[in-house]
């Protein structure tokens, strides 16, 4: 992959964090040589740090914020996270490392990674070329496959979730939205981010539903299409504009945006985009063999039909409002003062 060819280990500058938070110099457990902040977010941070029991091998540690230690619901699904983790075993899937002996807080520990985010790739230089965005899309397929034999739905799938290596390997991150078929449903509630994020969340998690493999099937068409398009599906001027806009419409066709890409990958992409779950790929496996060979795939017209729906939907929100907002004033009287005038000529 040309696009992926001399990516730089590159991750976004980020403070320790206050009272409490872990520090560069600081040993963890007797264990964990902490180095440096790799990230942080709005519920934990990342670090680099040396095991001083494994010859010094850099590896990853993600450590919740000390206010969301205590929080039951929180720590259920970090702790979940962690299960799903350290049972699966793939090239393309962060590799999770299990650590015997007990644990001073919560933390999770993973292979360290070289390169930078798939997020961050495409901020530098999106669009990328059909070719690239294909070939890391089949092999996000290869990873789901994976995921979705082992009964695990990732839920979560977005670039900042894909980390480009510096050796032109990608890995699969963050398990911590995943479900998976043989562990209890974690309760959501309100607007949150354990939701998912608004610009790659499939219609039916905006409607609240659990979501199966054909979530992550969608999610990875909204990647493909930002890939090919520099831009998401959908926009707006808030999260919940954008996640109506994937409920009641469809994204713009592809090739509107970019001509140079070729009426297959539009196809395929906006197969994966489809509103209904049943109507996507069947499975990533089947998303992933169109991607490898893209060029034996059938122009169905989708893309048309798609146009005409969201330009139908459009117009109809744009000018319905306006129209019966002029037109209910107007209506009204006129109706009244016609059934009075009625009802008096019959009397």
């Given at each position: 992959?040309?696009?992926?060819?001399?990516?730089?280990?590159?991750?976004?500058?980020?403070?320790?964090?206050?009272?409490?938070?872990?520090?560069?110099?600081?040993?963890?457990?007797?264990?964990?040589?902490?180095?440096?902040?790799?990230?942080?977010?709005?519920?934990?941070?990342?670090?680099?740090?040396?095991?001083?029991?494994?010859?010094?091998?850099?590896?990853?540690?993600?450590?919740?914020?000390?206010?969301?230690?205590?929080?039951?619901?929180?720590?259920?699904?970090?702790?979940?996270?962690?299960?799903?983790?350290?049972?699966?075993n793939h090239p393309y899937v962060l590799r999770f490392i299990?650590?015997?002996?007990?644990?001073?807080?919560?933390?999770?520990v993973t292979e360290y990674l070289r390169g930078c985010t798939l997020a961050h790739l495409l901020?530098?230089?999106?669009?990328?070329?059909?070719?690239?965005?294909?070939?890391?899309?089949?092999?996000?397929?290869?990873?789901?496959?994976?995921?979705?034999?082992?009964?695990?739905?990732?839920?979560?799938?977005?670039?900042?979730?894909?980390?480009?290596?510096?050796?032109?390997?990608?890995?699969?991150?963050?398990?911590?939205?995943?479900?998976?078929?043989?562990?209890?449903?974690?309760?959501?509630?309100?607007?949150?981010?354990?939701?998912?994020?608004?610009?790659?969340?499939?219609?039916?998690?905006?409607?609240?539903?659990?979501?199966?493999?054909?979530?992550?099937?969608?999610?990875?068409?909204?990647?493909?299409?930002?890939?090919?398009?520099?831009?998401?599906?959908?926009?707006?001027?808030?999260?919940?504009?954008?996640?109506?806009?994937?409920?009641?419409?469809?994204?713009?066709?592809?090739?509107?945006?970019?001509?140079?890409?070729?009426?297959?990958?539009?196809?395929?992409?906006?197969?994966?985009?489809?509103?209904?779950?049943?109507?996507?790929?069947?499975?990533?496996?089947?998303?992933?063999?169109?991607?490898?060979?893209?060029?034996?795939?059938?122009?169905?017209?989708?893309?048309?039909?798609?146009?005409?729906?969201?330009?139908?939907?459009?117009?109809?929100?744009?000018?319905?409002?306006?129209?019966?907002?002029?037109?209910?004033?107007?209506?009204?009287?006129?109706?009244?003062?016609?059934?009075?005038?009625?009802?008096?000529?019959?009397?």
């Amino acid at each position: 992959m040309a696009c992926c060819a001399n990516v730089v280990d590159f991750h976004p500058a980020a403070n320790a964090g206050g009272a409490g938070a872990l520090q560069p110099g600081e040993i963890l457990d007797e264990r964990f040589l902490i180095t440096e902040v790799i990230s942080r977010s709005g519920m934990a941070m990342i670090f680099r740090a040396q095991d001083l029991h494994d010859g010094n091998a850099d590896v990853a540690l993600k450590v919740p914020h000390m206010e969301y230690e205590s929080d039951p619901g929180f720590s259920t699904r970090f702790q979940r996270e962690e299960e799903i983790g350290l049972r699966l075993n793939h090239p393309y899937v962060l590799r999770f490392i299990p650590i015997s002996t007990p644990k001073s807080r919560p933390y999770i520990v993973t292979e360290y990674l070289r390169g930078c985010t798939l997020a961050h790739l495409l901020s530098a230089m999106a669009p990328i070329s059909e070719a690239d965005a294909l070939r890391i899309g089949e092999l996000l397929c290869e990873a789901l496959a994976y995921l979705h034999s082992q009964g695990v739905v990732h839920r979560d799938l977005k670039p900042h979730n894909v980390m480009v290596g510096c050796d032109g390997t990608i890995r699969l991150l963050d398990f911590g939205l995943a479900s998976s078929t043989d562990m209890r449903r974690v309760t959501f509630c309100g607007l949150t981010p354990a939701m998912g994020t608004p610009d790659y969340m499939a219609p039916e998690q905006v409607k609240g539903k659990r979501g199966d493999a054909r979530t992550d099937i969608y999610s990875l068409g909204a990647m493909l299409y930002e890939m090919l398009t520099g831009k998401p599906p959908f926009e707006g001027d808030s999260p919940l504009a954008v996640m109506n806009a994937r409920v009641v419409g469809d994204p713009e066709p592809l090739r509107a945006l970019n001509p140079s890409v070729s009426r297959q990958a539009e196809e395929i992409v906006h197969h994966a985009l489809e509103r209904e779950p049943r109507s996507r790929h069947p499975s990533a496996r089947a998303l992933g063999a169109e991607l490898g060979r893209s060029s034996e795939v059938s122009v169905t017209g989708r893309c048309e039909r798609l146009d005409e729906v969201s330009t139908t939907r459009v117009l109809l929100r744009r000018y319905f409002w306006p129209i019966l907002a002029f037109t209910v004033p107007v209506a009204v009287p006129v109706s009244v003062a016609l059934w009075l005038f009625l009802f008096s000529g019959a009397h």
